[in-house]
């Protein structure tokens, strides 16, 4: 769309539903906060400005969400007198003249761009408003949108509404988009002469049509626009997400064994005929390569899993993480910030972090990199095709050669090279019969604690 947009995302409220020491908007879905998720719809949809309207932690809402775009500009709120009086509070902004302005509220993370977008649409067919609306199950508590004849007449409490008005179904979201080069004019007539004193985005409706401006409502899904008030409504928004990433992901070729039972967060990548199975849990920055499986109990974070590679069950991958096609991290593993090349396995009991690990290397159960000192990280260089027995400490920094077998038990200080056999460990020494007095000395240790007892 060639047409210029400002988006205004009213994230000043105070959210005391939330029982939190943060500001509402910053609250997750999906492992981004609620403000992220409106502001990068705004985006996608075309918006070059950004104004966000904030009020408590207003500096954290604005640095979340130049995370996503650098074109923000923060407007504060100081009083709570309406959604007129909070949009005009980005006054400047709608002064430097846009054709679309859309005002979208920071609490509702599921509104999608295409819905923006048609809202757009309708301001550039010649609308001067353009309302979104939705349909509830039960529409008591809601404004109606009361139209004739194609056009937006009212926005009608229930309490104002007659009986016939009530029983309209089509209900007020609060979301709405105006043509620029009416908006302040038609805010600034936005008066206060009612029961709270406080200025309604919705009289611009009125507003508009005095002034001869087409005004016209357009219908969302009813999960575009929940908002969040309290950690339920939290919780409830959230599994509304993941349904429909779920839904998504089996879409686009990906097979859930359990599908409620996998959650994902909201940059998850997936490719074509990755298996995932129950229990899994993605945070940010994962992405599996077609092909992959990720058996149960997997927690993966900032990883990127290889084609053909196969997770878990029951491991962890933390971020850093990259493994190489054909890879194998198997039960009750972790990885951290390491590369694991094509074909190579970490089958049992294992943590592999700050290190490379060659192609088809294969790390033994119990094997860990001792990557701290107390103050800094050290690497760990691990050849390929080289072979780490099982309980097996690898002090870095430190290289293991290509090629190169490190005995079962081994603590390993120095570099090992190429091809050599490294066994560190102390020399065993067999005592005959002294493990049979043991065994007399303890029992006899037993008697006597259970006779004095």
């Not at 819905?115 to 939705?134: H, K, P, Q």
């Not at 529409?139 to 029983?167: F, H, M, N, Q, W």
């Not at 709270?196 to 001869?212: H, N, P, Q, S």
């Not at 087409?214 to 919780?235: D, F, H, M, P, Q």
Request: proline fraction near 3%.
């Amino acid at each position: 769309m060639s047409r210029t947009c400002l988006s205004i995302i009213l994230a000043a409220g105070e959210g005391t539903r939330m029982r939190s020491s943060r500001s509402k908007v910053l609250h997750e879905v999906a492992h981004l906060p609620l403000v992220r998720h409106v502001a990068r719809a705004a985006i996608a949809a075309g918006s070059e400005r950004l104004a966000l309207v904030v009020g408590r932690d207003g500096d954290k809402v604005a640095d979340a969400v130049r995370k996503d775009a650098e074109n923000v500009r923060t407007f504060e709120q100081t009083e709570r007198l309406g959604t007129g009086h909070a949009v005009l509070a980005a006054r400047e902004a709608l002064a430097e003249g846009y054709d679309d302005v859309v005002v979208l509220f920071g609490d509702t993370p599921l509104l999608r761009p295409e819905t923006i977008e048609r809202a757009r649409a309708v301001l550039a067919e010649g609308a001067g408003v353009c309302v979104i609306g939705f349909r509830p199950a039960d529409p008591t508590g809601y404004g109606r949108l009361i139209e004739e004849d194609g056009e937006l007449v009212a926005i009608r409490e229930e309490k104002d509404a007659s009986e016939a008005e009530r029983a309209i179904g089509f209900c007020n979201a609060g979301i709405m988009a105006f043509a620029g080069d009416t908006a302040l004019d038609c805010l600034d007539a936005i008066g206060n002469d009612n029961a709270k004193g406080e200025y309604y985005l919705t009289d611009l409706v009125a507003i508009a049509r005095g002034r001869g401006l087409a005004v016209k409502a357009i219908e969302a899904s009813i999960a575009e626009t929940i908002g969040v008030n309290n950690r339920s409504e939290l919780a409830a928004v959230e599994a509304l997400w993941q349904a429909g990433a779920r839904e998504r992901a089996m879409i686009s070729g990906v097979t859930l064994i359990d599908p409620q039972t996998v959650h994902f967060a909201y940059d998850t990548e997936i490719g074509s005929d990755v298996l995932i199975e129950p229990n899994v849990v993605f945070g940010p920055g994962a992405a599996v390569a077609s092909g992959a499986v990720i058996r149960a109990f997997c927690h993966l974070t900032g990883a990127r899993i290889g084609e053909g590679s196969e997770i878990g069950p029951f491991a962890r991958l933390r971020p850093g993480t990259d493994l190489g096609e054909r890879t194998k991290v198997g039960n009750f593993c972790e990885v951290k910030q390491a590369t694991i090349a094509a074909g190579a396995k970490v089958n049992h009991l294992s943590y592999i972090g700050d290190a490379t690990v060659g192609a088809d290397a294969n790390i033994g159960a119990g094997t860990i990199t001792c990557n701290y000192d107390g103050a800094l990280k050290h690497l760990t260089e691990i050849g390929e095709n080289t072979f780490i027995g099982s309980n097996s400490s690898l002090v870095a920094p430190v290289k293991i050669g290509a090629g190169a077998y490190v005995g079962s038990g081994s603590v390993v200080t120095e570099d090992v090279e190429a091809d050599a056999l490294a066994i560190a460990r102390g020399r065993q020494v067999n005592k005959p019969g002294k493990g049979k007095l043991i065994a007399e000395r303890n029992a006899e240790a037993k008697r006597a604690k259970k006779s004095q007892s």
